[in-house]
């Protein structure tokens, strides 16, 4: 029995054990917990697990309360910290003390076998904790891109195969740049946890959502190229748009109705773009630019500088100063007309005896020919005197959108009473309100501008006329 020992444990050790029974019983338990601190000490030293280090020997003592007997042999096996490794001491066979060491061992609070091999358990809680995480990181990033922009970006890619005309031609809801576009499209085919958090989120959309986002679907090359070979100068009606649907359904998107290839085709034919229309030059002296390309040229970074109020103030009287000018060149440009029409001796092709005033657009030209005339668009439902839509895509404008009236002085008003502002010369006219019209007026509604012309000579025989009425 006395060579297992040894073979266990340490000389030290050994010694210790082989001599207790012979130790006599008077010795004190100060120096009995000393000598099995010592051993313990020699015990890690020789295992080579903890270095060696200074410490004291003597013991601290104080009073002890009755609860505290009891629990404090069991405080130091019971108390872990949450997410810390825990420290399992293995006891050795052959490290056996005799049975009075161990119950003064008891007796002292602590352990009388040294451990020889430490084993770090790692606790469940930490597991869970890294469990948890995982998915929260890679959802991290999906704020941004909703299940909307996923199914409008799958849906654009597959009509244009173009990223960059995606990126031009799709409106999602934040503003993503080009980069941000393709990386979330590379992410869709090549991500497996990103595609099938999107396709579970695409999925839960509503049915009549996604039927809105796929009436946005951006036109093919070969839906335009059809829509094209419809000639500028027919005025085409629902009806050739439906055949036109009904001859080709592989080629136009399944979403697609008669009413929004109308639209389209008048966008077409608006921009120069079908087959029989040639691109104009654009004329020399002048920029032509809608909002969209105003809006493109726009700095963001010049938006957001600091305040000038000295040059604000200098560049609100030069605007006073200019439109006053503007104001007395409006007022001297009939008497210049006049003039110029005596020296030439022509006046303006556009009218005739019964015409009152016109309105002349880019592609067609109203002719006012009674004292009061509505504009608008026409519907099956209601007619109007003039049609906004034989110029351009007018589904933006109101069935009844204004009315131009003549009073009896010549002076022509219109009335606004859509939804959506008139621009008369750059100025709002808001619904309900009205706005006096003068010749070679620029009148701009849903995007499509006009010049109202004044038939001069008409509007001055009117003008005598009641003139002579008023007469006693």
Same mark, same amino acid.
């Given at each position: ?5 040894? /073979? ?53 003592? +104080? ?14 096996? #019971? ?39 430490? &084993?770090?358990?790692? *606790? ?22 909703? %299940? ?17 005309? &995606? ?11 080009? +980069?941000?576009?393709? =990386?979330?499209? $590379? ?24 039927? /809105? ?8 090359? #070969? ?30 998107? %399944? ?15 608006? $921009?120069?773009?079908? =087959? ?41 009287? /030069? ?5 006053? =000018?503007? +104001? ?24 005739? !005896? ?15 020919? *009674? +004292? ?55 100025? %709002? ?8 019209? !003068?010749?070679?007026? &620029? ?26 009425? !008023?007469?006693?």
């Amino acid at each position: 029995m006395e060579k297992d020992v040894k /073979a266990g444990i340490p000389s030290g050790v050994a010694a210790e054990v082989a001599a207790g029974p012979l130790v006599s019983q008077s010795r004190s338990e100060d120096e009995e917990s000393t000598a099995v601190k010592r051993t313990a000490a020699q015990a890690f030293s020789g295992a080579g697990l903890i270095p060696k280090r200074r410490s004291s020997s003597r013991s601290i003592k +104080r009073k002890k309360f009755d609860d505290e007997l009891v629990e404090s042999s069991l405080a130091k096996s #019971t108390s872990r910290v949450k997410g810390q490794p825990v420290i399992e001491p293995i006891r050795c066979p052959g490290n056996d003390l005799a049975s009075s060491d161990k119950k003064k061992g008891l007796k002292s609070g602590s352990s009388l076998t040294p451990p020889l091999a430490m &084993v770090i358990a790692p *606790s469940s809680m930490t597991k869970r904790m890294k469990k948890n995480k995982q998915p929260l990181q890679i959802t991290k990033d999906l704020g941004r891109w909703k %299940p909307t922009d996923d199914l409008l970006l799958i849906n654009a890619v597959l009509q244009t195969t173009d990223l960059t005309s &995606v990126h031009l031609g799709v409106k999602f809801s934040c503003r993503f740049t080009l +980069r941000e576009i393709q =990386e979330r499209w $590379y992410a869709l085919l090549y991500d497996p946890v990103i595609s099938k958090l999107a396709w579970q989120a695409m999925r839960q959309l509503h049915p009549e959502a996604i039927a /809105a986002i796929q009436s946005k679907a951006l036109f093919s090359q #070969t839906e335009e190229a059809l829509l094209a070979k419809i000639a500028s100068s027919s005025q085409p009606k629902l009806e050739v748009f439906q055949d036109l649907l009904n001859k080709h359904p592989n080629v136009f998107y %399944p979403s697609r109705t008669a009413k929004n290839l109308m639209v389209h085709w008048q966008l077409l034919k608006q $921009y120069y773009l079908l =087959e029989d229309q040639s691109v104009q030059p654009l004329p020399k002296g002048e920029q032509v630019l809608n909002f969209s390309d105003a809006e493109q040229v726009v700095d963001d970074a010049k938006l957001k500088d600091s305040r000038d109020e000295v040059l604000e103030h200098e560049l609100m009287i /030069a605007d006073r100063h200019q439109k006053r =000018e503007i +104001r007395q060149l409006e007022q001297e440009l009939p008497r210049w007309q006049v003039l110029v029409d005596s020296i030439t001796g022509m006046n303006s092709p556009d009218f005739d !005896n019964q015409t009152l005033a016109a309105l002349r657009g880019r592609m067609v030209r109203y002719l006012m020919r *009674s +004292r009061e005339i509505t504009l608008g668009r026409a519907t099956k439902d209601k007619q109007i005197d003039v049609d906004l839509s034989l110029e351009g895509p007018a589904w933006k404008i109101s069935r009844k959108q204004g009315i131009i009236k003549l009073k009896n002085n010549g002076d022509f008003f219109i009335a606004n009473e859509g939804r959506r502002p008139i621009y008369i010369d750059g100025r %709002p006219v808001l619904s309900g309100n009205k706005w006096k019209l !003068n010749n070679n007026s &620029v009148m701009e509604i849903a995007g499509l501008r006009f010049v109202f012309l004044i038939n001069q000579e008409l509007i001055s025989l009117i003008k005598a006329e009641a003139a002579k009425m !008023n007469q006693p």
